[in-house]
């Protein structure tokens, strides 16, 4: 069953406006991972979280691993239009096997 | 070439044909991976090799067959095809298994099964 809810399914922004998206889980996660898809291509790793309560950037981008371990959000600041894709959760499930488990994804629209 | 890649990119197939799907990492890892990516649902893990062993088979029929013949290369063999198996499969590599260890992704094979 759906073990990570990733919200929202779909935004539309203007160019130059913050992002920001999110994941939860009834489970405790020992990772959290943040992957954007462009069209026609493979997911690409974004950022990697390890710790709750970690908080990580990579250039715009920024994710927290929640405290609670069953959260984590990503925010994009100042949006550009190659920013556009579907951007995906992942991580791996406390006292499961280490496979990761995924969310529906975010699909970002930015308008110029 | 660098990364992973996948081939083919494409792919049509009726239901009583036999095809395959390759992927290739050139980034020295011992762990390889297939995912069927569908419309509207997560990325669902399939198959996992570690050092060219199955550790992982996520309750694929067997119409859908994985070979790891090395470390480096991995094929789905694919036969008598349902139209709900038409998706996206995507390759991935990494170090080794494990949750800690960053997959990298292949561009994936769209298949279309008529």
């Known amino acids: 069953g759906q073990q990570l809810n990733q919200s929202p399914q779909s935004m539309f922004i203007q160019e130059g406006e913050d992002v920001s998206m999110n994941c939860t889980s009834s489970s405790i996660f020992n990772t959290w991972l943040w992957y954007k898809q462009d069209p026609g291509e493979g997911p690409v790793l974004l950022i990697a979280l390890y710790k709750a309560g970690e908080l990580t950037s990579n250039g715009r981008l920024t994710a927290q691993f929640g405290i609670t371990r069953k959260d984590s959000f990503l925010n994009i600041s100042a949006s550009i239009p190659s920013d556009v894709g579907i951007y995906f959760c992942?991580?791996?499930?406390?006292?499961?096997?280490?496979?990761?488990?995924f969310g529906k994804g975010t699909k970002l629209t930015v308008n110029p | 070439e660098t990364g992973v890649t996948q081939t083919p990119r494409h792919l049509v197939m009726g239901m009583t044909n036999k095809k395959s799907l390759k992927c290739e990492q050139h980034l020295g890892h011992n762990a390889m991976y297939w995912y069927k990516q569908s419309a509207k649902k997560p990325l669902e893990l399939m198959f996992v090799?570690?050092?060219?062993?199955?550790?992982e088979n996520n309750s694929v029929p067997s119409r859908f067959s994985p070979e790891c013949p090395n470390s480096s290369h991995l094929f789905l063999h694919l036969h008598t095809l349902q139209p709900e198996d038409s998706a996206l499969y995507l390759c991935a590599s990494s170090p080794r298994a494990g949750g800690k260890e960053t997959q990298y992704f292949g561009p994936g094979t769209r298949l279309l099964v008529l």
């Open positions: 992942a991580g791996t499930i406390q006292g499961g096997s280490e496979k990761l488990v």
């Open positions: 090799y570690n050092f060219k062993e199955q550790t």
